[in-house]
Structure formats: C-alpha cells, structure tokens
C-alpha cells in the first residue's frame, strides 16, 4: 500500500513539538513498519486548491492528511482535488466525529479517523457519521515511563487555555493545589512535595508561599524529549481545561501520574483509558488521589493504548475499502 500523505515528514524524534509532529512521527513508524509507502506533500500553503490539482500521486492508493481536522482549515474542494490524484479513499484525522454542518468542507473525503471513540452518538452528528472509523490514541513508551522519587510528591499543573471560549479552570486549580500543599496531609508517604506547571517553553517550578501569575499560553512547546523526563517524575496531573482529546493525559499516564481533572474537561471515552479521579466543584477530593497514586497500576493500564493498535485500526479500513 502507498499514501499520498499531507503533513511533514518527520523522522528525528527530537522534531516532535505538537500533536501533528506526533502523528508525523509515530504514526508513520508504524506504517512504515507494516511496509506501507508514504509520500509526503506539502500541508501548509498560499494557494492550496492550486498546489493539489498539480501534485504528484506517485500511484499512491490513498490519501491521508495528518493534524487535526485538516480540511476543515482548507478551502471547499481540496479534499476533491486529492481525490484525482488516487484510486482509494481520502482520509483525514478529527477528535471526534465530524459534524454536518461541515458538509460543503467534506465534499471528497471518504474517511475521518478519529482518536475519540463517539460511537454512541452517531445518530447526532448526520449524514457523514457513517464516514466516521474510530483509530483510538497511543504515546511513546520509550521515552514516557514511571521514575519517580519515594521521597517527593510531585504535581504538575497544565497551563492555560489557548484562547478564550472554552471553561478554564488554572486559577482555582492551582489555588487548591497549593492549598494542599500547605496542609501537610502528604506527609504521612512523602517526606517533600513539589509542585510544577506547564508554561510557554516547558515547565516552571511553583513557589509554595508565592501565588504565580498566570499568562497565556501560546502554543510555544519544547521539544518532546525534553519534557519527557519532567513527566516521568510526576505522581499527579492536574487538567486545567477543556481538551478536544487531552493527549498530555494518555503521555503523563504512561508515566505512571495520576490523572485528576474537573468534571467535564476531558471526554469519559478518554478517561475510561486511563487511571483517573474526577471530580467536581472547586475542591479536588485529595484524599482520594493519595489513595490512589499507583505509578506500576496507572502506567500498565495506560499502555494498552498502542501506536500498533492504532496504526491496525486504520490500515483495517483502507484495507476493505471499495
């Protein structure tokens, strides 16, 4: 099988710095495992509708379009454009399934693989339900494991929403953090504790007797093999928004962290993948985490979310495709 494959070809690990990077990397290694051929193109450019009526299938089969929801960002008729260049499926990857009122963007394309499984609520979404394959989510087990100290609990606080529009909850949660810290309530299995956040460019240590301040967050990552050891080191994670997939929670678990996140800021088909408290209000129930921080138990679940799993799952539809 060939791919015609919209999106960088990324295969220096070092180079992952987002969720597309991910998929340019890991995603790839597993079909390329499977000896499938990928073709990359070019994703971003000025006039796109122009650049795909000329490009080269290369006798690919089908088309894949890595990042997030990607012909929903392109102007109507790119997907039928591809559509030319293979005698297969156009395909795309989502967070979920795609809506109807993205018709006149999903004329051409055959297939949306989505990371979140939303197969109970088919019947709400219309027509292009049916044009929906769930491929499920994965993480990187040589570089995400437990490695944490016996000595200090360690908590790391996500950052702040993108933009405004979505609930976001970094102030309380960090407050509650804090306030837990200072009651000693840890002290019975840890001898220390420290808390840390994620902030443009990586992770910063936060001052137990000093509130910090909050700015935006905007979009400016780290390479992933540099955050990596910093999340093996974490006992808890705490969500601090509302995520389309919340991919920072499958790689923290992997860890062996304990998931904690407000009632309604992660999908459940995504929670139900991972060892997780939820909870409500403004009060995480700390107690409960304490109980349940388990590194070996949270990593071992986590794990049955496979790169090979997902790679399976896709390379099944293309596979039967008519």
């Not at 990187?140 to 950052?159: F, V």
């Amino acid at each position: 099988m060939k791919l015609l494959v919209v999106g960088p070809d990324i295969r220096d690990r070092r180079k992952v710095k987002n969720f597309t990077g991910v998929q340019a990397f890991y995603l790839a290694r597993e079909l390329r495992k499977r000896g499938v051929e990928l073709h990359f193109i070019e994703a971003k450019h000025p006039d796109p509708l122009r650049y795909f009526a000329e490009v080269d299938g290369r006798g690919c089969d089908h088309v894949l379009a890595l990042g997030l929801r990607y012909f929903t960002h392109q102007p109507p008729g790119c997907a039928t454009a591809l559509s030319l260049k293979v005698q297969g499926a156009v395909t795309q990857l989502h967070d979920g399934l795609v809506h109807e009122y993205l018709a006149d963007h999903m004329v051409g394309v055959d297939c949306t693989f989505t990371f979140r499984d939303d197969s109970t609520r088919t019947k709400e979404w219309g027509r292009y339900a049916k044009s929906n394959h769930y491929i499920g989510w994965a993480a990187d087990p040589e570089l995400l494991y437990p490695e944490q100290s016996e000595r200090t609990l360690r908590i790391l606080i996500d950052h702040p929403y993108y933009k405004g529009g979505t609930p976001d909850h970094t102030v309380e949660v960090t407050r509650d953090v804090l306030d837990f810290a200072h009651t000693g309530k840890w002290r019975e299995r840890w001898q220390s504790i420290r808390v840390h956040r994620l902030v443009n460019g990586g992770v910063e240590n936060v001052d137990l007797n000093s509130p910090p301040s909050f700015a935006p967050f905007d979009r400016k990552h780290i390479p992933f093999e540099e955050i990596a050891p910093r999340y093996r080191k974490t006992n808890v994670y705490m969500v601090t928004h509302k995520e389309s997939v919340g991919l920072t929670c499958l790689e923290l678990a992997y860890c062996g962290a304990q998931v904690v996140a407000p009632k309604g800021l992660i999908y459940q088909d995504r929670l139900d993948t991972i060892r997780h408290v939820q909870y409500e209000g403004c009060r995480a129930p700390w107690s409960l985490i304490l109980e349940s921080i388990d590194p070996v138990a949270s990593a071992t679940f986590a794990r049955e979310q496979t790169w090979d799993k997902v790679a399976d799952r896709m390379l099944r539809w293309l596979g039967d495709y008519r």
